[in-house]
């Protein structure tokens, strides 16, 4: 059973960076695709970003692309999100996600998360 813990969340300004970190442990983390989603007050979670197993592809929700971007050390068993030029929207808590693939195909194919990270934009 795969455990995922998130960091590097807080309080930044609008227009203001962070990275948040994602230690995974539990099974062989190299082998299988991760991912970020986040959820907002009052709204649904949703996806943020994910990567293949081996890091060689990468994907983004259109709200965040060219802002964000998620990394993987396979020898840390660690995931990675860098959240530059922040927005008031991006406000969330922030979740770490696995599946059972090595793949990416859909956000709905993670089925571990972690308790979270809140990151909260001050406008």
């Known amino acids: 059973q795969v455990q995922l813990v998130e960091s590097g969340g807080g309080l930044v300004q609008a227009g203001g960076s962070l990275r948040l970190s994602c230690a995974a442990s539990?099974?062989?983390?190299?082998?299988?695709?991760m991912g970020w989603l986040r959820q907002a007050p009052g709204k649904e979670r949703e996806f943020v970003a994910a990567?293949?197993?081996?890091?060689?592809?990468?994907y983004y929700a259109d709200s965040v692309k060219g802002r964000f971007t998620i990394s993987r050390d396979n020898a840390k068993n660690t995931l990675y999100l860098q959240m530059n030029s922040l927005k008031f929207e991006d406000t969330a808590v922030y979740y770490c996600?696995?599946?059972?693939?090595?793949?990416?195909?859909?956000?709905?194919?993670?089925?571990?998360w972690g308790q979270g990270t809140q990151v909260t934009v001050s406008s």
């Open positions: 996600a696995t599946g059972n693939d090595p793949t990416y195909n859909d956000y709905h194919e993670f089925t571990s």
């Open positions: 539990g099974r062989t983390f190299r082998r299988y695709a």
């Open positions: 990567v293949t197993w081996s890091g060689g592809s990468t």
